[in-house]
């Protein structure tokens, strides 16, 4: 009978045991990061800055947040939507004062990482992670080798066209969209596109804004020209095909393809431009102006606005003639960026941080760029979204092959001290050169010297 007891006690604390093992105890969330075994349940909280990516942006937060929260019910997120115009400004003084929030959403800036405020990313990327993401499309949050972001979408900047003028001019925009184009084929066009209006107006092949140097930026790029200077750091503005892209704008404003005025219009003039039927192609067009378009005729059907409704064409910028394939396009990754503050609160909060970060660039977080009219970053937000794209399905084809063909960002790649230099020569020389330029006020030989002196004296 003793035995007995002693046995039954023992079969009752083997039960409480195994009781305990599988059902008293809920079960851990499964680890994301790294080689860890388990997740810290510590009561956490991670801080999110934002923007408006998109219209509905918030909704997606709400929602990415909610779903988080069902795995990670001990990490609380925190999240501002802040403006783009003051949003920055109110992020740079948290990060000069050493309290930037965990992560902050925006393009990687080296003036963020020579803070050391910024957390490399790689010690948390598991491969599968890495696997996911589309070719290309990491690179564009890396600084010297090191992922310091994640990016939800990237960037494109291109041309935009009225498909109908396209239509009545028999350009095959399709096979442009598919296989680029060079500056002798955009001026073919050209000739054709550019025509009096029977209002007494001009019908321009092209109009860009001259407040910006954006036409001139893509269309150096896309004569193999990354940048004043290369991913080294060295000036390479000094070279032919710069005086060749210089020469090339001089001619589309002596031969009437763009404006006279170019110098004197904004980008809001050159968007009322396409939509009045005077401009066949801007520049820059972007993606998004398929969303944008799109709902503008919705307002027009509706009384709203006035105005002609628009089928919006997505084009790459031409490329020189010399060069092969399909030219570079301009571009960059935005996304989210993870920072530890001056009072760093440990290891464990910046796995927690992490876990947010993944979450908030995920499958689901592919509706920013489908929003957008973008190309997909992960394979597994195009695999969730497969179907459901609010892009035209040709203008898709034009920024898949433009983002295959991105040109890289080299302020990612030189040193701080260099990027500065670099922001002072587009600031103090590129943009009053330019524009110079599209005045008439300046030849394309004075302006290529101009370039060449100068940027050998401040990026060499």
Same mark, same amino acid.
């Given at each position: 009978m003793?035995?007995?007891?002693?046995?039954?006690?023992?079969?009752?604390?083997?039960?409480?045991?195994?009781?305990?093992?599988?059902?008293?105890?809920k079960?851990?969330?499964?680890?994301?990061?790294?080689?860890?075994?388990?997740?810290?349940?510590?009561?956490?909280?991670?801080?999110?800055?934002?923007?408006?990516?998109?219209?509905?942006?918030?909704?997606?937060?709400?929602?990415?947040?909610?779903?988080?929260?069902k795995?990670y019910?001990?990490?609380?997120?925190?999240y501002?939507?802040?403006?783009?115009?003051?949003g920055?400004?109110k992020?740079?003084?948290?990060?000069?004062?050493?309290d930037?929030p965990?992560?902050?959403?925006?393009?990687?800036?080296?003036?963020?990482?020579?803070? $050391? =405020? &910024?957390?490399p990313? #790689?010690?948390?990327m598991?491969?599968?992670?890495? *696997?996911?993401?589309?070719?290309? +499309? %990491?690179?564009?949050?890396?600084?010297?080798?090191?992922q310091?972001?994640?990016?939800?979408?990237?960037?494109?900047?291109?041309?935009?066209?009225?498909?109908?003028?396209?239509?009545?001019?028999?350009?095959?925009?399709?096979?442009?969209?598919?296989n680029?184009?060079?500056?002798?084929?955009?001026?073919?066009?050209?000739?054709?596109?550019t025509?009096?209006?029977?209002?007494?107006?001009t019908?321009?092949?092209?109009?860009?804004?001259?407040?910006?140097?954006?036409?001139?930026?893509?269309?150096?790029?896309?004569? $193999? =020209? &990354?940048?004043?200077? #290369?991913?080294?750091?060295?000036?390479?503005?000094? *070279?032919?095909?710069?005086?060749? +892209? %210089?020469?090339?704008?001089?001619?589309?404003?002596?031969?009437?393809?763009?404006?006279?005025?170019?110098?004197?219009?904004?980008?809001?003039?050159?968007?009322?431009?396409?939509y009045?039927?005077?401009a066949?192609?801007i520049?820059?067009?972007?993606?998004?102006?398929?969303?944008?378009?799109?709902?503008?005729?919705?307002?027009?059907?509706?009384?709203?606005?006035?105005?002609?409704?628009?089928?919006?064409?997505?084009?790459?910028?031409?490329?020189?003639?010399?060069?092969?394939?399909?030219?570079?396009?301009?571009?960059?990754?935005?996304?989210?960026?993870?920072?530890?503050?001056?009072?760093?609160?440990?290891?464990?909060?910046?796995k927690?941080?992490?876990?947010?970060?993944?979450?908030?660039?995920?499958?689901?977080?592919?509706?920013?760029?489908?929003?957008?009219?973008?190309?997909?970053?992960?394979?597994?937000?195009?695999?969730?979204?497969?179907?459901?794209?609010?892009a035209?399905?040709?203008?898709?084809?034009?920024s898949?092959?433009?983002?295959?063909?991105?040109s890289?960002?080299?302020?990612?790649?030189?040193?701080?001290?260099?990027?500065?230099a670099?922001?002072?020569?587009?600031?103090?020389v590129?943009?009053?050169?330019?524009q110079?330029?599209?005045?008439g006020?300046?030849t394309?030989?004075?302006?290529?010297?101009?370039?060449?002196?100068k940027?050998?004296?401040?990026?060499?």
């Amino acid at each position: 009978m003793k035995m007995n007891k002693w046995l039954a006690l023992f079969m009752v604390l083997v039960l409480v045991a195994i009781t305990a093992a599988c059902g008293g105890k809920k079960a851990e969330p499964a680890p994301q990061t790294g080689t860890d075994t388990k997740v810290d349940t510590t009561p956490d909280t991670v801080k999110v800055w934002t923007y408006p990516v998109h219209a509905t942006y918030e909704n997606d937060m709400k929602d990415l947040v909610a779903d988080f929260n069902k795995q990670y019910p001990h990490i609380k997120v925190e999240y501002e939507v802040l403006s783009w115009a003051e949003g920055p400004k109110k992020f740079d003084v948290a990060l000069n004062a050493g309290d930037p929030p965990d992560l902050y959403f925006g393009a990687l800036n080296g003036a963020y990482v020579d803070t $050391g =405020l &910024v957390l490399p990313l #790689d010690s948390y990327m598991t491969q599968a992670i890495k *696997d996911d993401f589309q070719t290309g +499309t %990491l690179e564009t949050m890396q600084m010297n080798g090191k992922q310091y972001g994640l990016p939800i979408y990237q960037s494109l900047w291109g041309w935009g066209a009225n498909k109908r003028i396209l239509d009545e001019a028999g350009i095959d925009y399709k096979k442009i969209q598919q296989n680029g184009w060079t500056w002798d084929e955009f001026l073919a066009a050209a000739k054709k596109l550019t025509k009096k209006l029977p209002d007494g107006s001009t019908q321009y092949a092209l109009v860009s804004d001259g407040t910006s140097t954006d036409l001139i930026d893509m269309l150096s790029r896309a004569n $193999g =020209l &990354v940048d004043a200077v #290369d991913e080294k750091g060295s000036f390479i503005w000094n *070279d032919a095909k710069m005086a060749d +892209t %210089l020469k090339f704008i001089e001619s589309l404003r002596k031969d009437g393809v763009l404006p006279k005025e170019t110098a004197a219009l904004t980008p809001a003039k050159r968007t009322e431009m396409l939509y009045a039927g005077q401009a066949a192609i801007i520049s820059k067009g972007i993606p998004y102006y398929d969303i944008m378009i799109a709902n503008r005729n919705k307002d027009i059907e509706a009384g709203k606005v006035q105005g002609e409704k628009l089928d919006y064409i997505q084009l790459p910028v031409p490329h020189g003639n010399s060069i092969t394939g399909y030219g570079k396009t301009s571009g960059n990754g935005e996304g989210y960026v993870m920072f530890r503050q001056k009072n760093d609160k440990g290891a464990q909060h910046a796995k927690n941080a992490f876990l947010v970060m993944e979450a908030l660039t995920g499958a689901k977080a592919g509706n920013s760029a489908n929003e957008l009219a973008l190309p997909f970053v992960r394979k597994s937000q195009a695999k969730a979204f497969e179907g459901k794209s609010l892009a035209k399905a040709d203008n898709l084809v034009a920024s898949g092959k433009m983002r295959e063909n991105a040109s890289p960002n080299v302020t990612l790649k030189i040193t701080a001290e260099k990027a500065a230099a670099l922001k002072q020569y587009r600031e103090q020389v590129l943009k009053p050169t330019f524009q110079a330029l599209l005045a008439g006020e300046k030849t394309a030989d004075a302006a290529a010297a101009d370039l060449k002196s100068k940027g050998e004296q401040m990026l060499k």
